[in-house]
């Protein structure tokens, strides 16, 4: 119980990160062709209009592995006060966001990367705690 309390704050933005970028991944899987869809028309008058298969594809891979990453991290803090996959956990999910954030912009949709600011700046806090 020490060990949880003594990294209490770690282990909270990282359950966040878990949850959201593992939901965001497993709505992916379970509603591909609605996610593709939506996000065809999004990026209709972008650079990155015939590429959308391929970078969903590869945004679904980094949420799931930096969610993985986040659960196993959260595991090693709690149970063996070890950071280091949680801070590979809090990088890669700095990197996801940092591609949503791209991509918003690259759609014009200011409204949507301010949303992904929200998830970022305590991203890069628990980064800088994690590296400390």
């Known amino acids: 119980m020490k060990t949880i309390l003594s990294n209490i704050t770690e ?3 990282l359950l966040m990160l878990l949850i959201t970028l593992l939901q965001s991944g497993w709505d992916k899987l379970t509603d591909w062709s609605g996610n593709l869809s939506w996000l065809k028309g999004h990026f209709a008058e972008s650079p990155f209009k015939n590429m959308v298969p391929a970078l969903l594809g590869i945004l679904l891979v980094f949420e799931i592995v930096s ?5 196993l991290g959260i595991y090693q803090l709690a149970f063996n006060d070890d950071a280091s996959l949680a801070l590979y956990g809090a990088v890669l ?8 954030l791209f991509g918003q912009r690259i759609a014009k949709d200011y409204e949507g990367a301010r949303t992904i600011i929200v998830y970022f ?3 890069v ?3 800088f705690l994690l590296s400390a």
């Open 11 to 13: 282990i909270l933005i």
């Open 67 to 71: 969610g993985l990453l986040c659960l």
């Open 93 to 100: 999910s700095a990197i996801t966001l940092l591609m949503l």
């Open 121 to 123: 700046i305590p991203t």
């Open 125 to 127: 806090f628990l980064v």
